[in-house]
């Protein structure tokens, strides 16, 4: 009971953090909020902080290819289990000409707290984050769809991975 009391303010301790640093930011951060479902019909929470990419350049024709690092506080639950996640992932995003419309993609690391959920073993702490996702930028708003996976690439076995598909609203902070 001790034990689990502990884990649950260390990562609300990690939220904090989070909206510390985006209280702080610039105009080149943004606070994500997401929620969705995932593998076994588990719900999908998300909190991440974004920081753009400092360049961009001409990709693909008329395309623009950038991106933003993401730090995200994760949270899945099937009735009464759970896992927390942190991760971190660059993710890159392209855009055709002046369009609002962009398609993001990215793989990172997390680190979960539990390795097992709804039946779904991931055998490891330490996970790769993978997405694909579409998106609309209007001004300060954005507004995506993102499809996650997350598993440990088979370096240890069983390696059932989880699957999400998250709605997210980011803002960016002046």
């Given at each position: 009971m001790h034990q689990a009391r502990l884990k649950q303010a260390a990562w609300r301790s990690l939220a904090v953090v989070l909206f510390a640093l985006a209280s702080h930011a610039g105009a080149d951060n943004a606070i994500e909020l997401a929620a969705g479902k995932g593998s076994e019909n588990s719900?999908?929470?998300?909190?991440?902080w974004q920081r753009?990419?400092?360049w961009q350049t001409a990709f693909a024709g008329n395309g623009l290819?950038?991106?933003f690092h993401a730090l995200s506080i994760n949270r899945w639950?099937?009735?009464?289990?759970?896992?927390?996640?942190?991760?971190?992932s660059p993710v890159f995003t392209w855009r055709?000409?002046?369009s609002p419309w962009y398609l993001q993609g990215g793989i990172g690391?997390?680190?979960?707290?539990?390795?097992?959920?709804?039946?779904?073993?991931l055998s490891s702490r330490w996970q790769f984050e993978d997405q694909l996702g579409i998106g609309r930028q209007q001004g300060r708003h954005d507004l995506a769809l993102v499809y996650r996976h997350y598993s440990n690439a088979g370096?240890?076995?069983?390696?059932?991975?989880i699957d999400l598909v998250l709605f997210s609203y980011s803002m960016t902070l002046d």
């Open positions: 719900d999908a929470l998300r909190l991440a753009s990419w400092d290819l950038s991106g639950r099937k009735g009464d289990e759970s896992i927390s996640a942190l991760a971190y055709h000409g002046g690391v997390a680190y979960l707290d539990r390795t097992r959920i709804a039946g779904r073993i370096f240890s076995k069983p390696n059932h991975g």
